[in-house]
């Protein structure tokens, strides 16, 4: 059932967004620093991230052993030579 008398003009208009990009310098500086802090982000950019590759709970800066064996693997180039 259709309201013929619709409301306009209330809500956030077309085409904009309730998110700023921000640097994560600039998000730590507004969190004194505190890496344990508790953020809220969308559903939508947590999904865009999600599957981003984490360094070691051990080591902070080092590299995943899947992304390492992959960096490990030749390349194999297979191709066919025809007369």
Sequence with gaps: M???SA???RGRPIGATSTIEITLAELLTKLN???N???TVGRVWYGKY???PTAS??????IPQDILNQLDEEPVAEFTISQ
């Design 57 to 62: 709970v051990q080591d902070g800066d080092s």
């Design 33 to 35: 620093n505190d890496v």
């Design 2 to 4: 259709e309201n013929p």
């Design 7 to 9: 409301k306009k003009g």
């Design 50 to 52: 999600s599957n981003v």
């Design 37 to 39: 802090a508790t953020v």
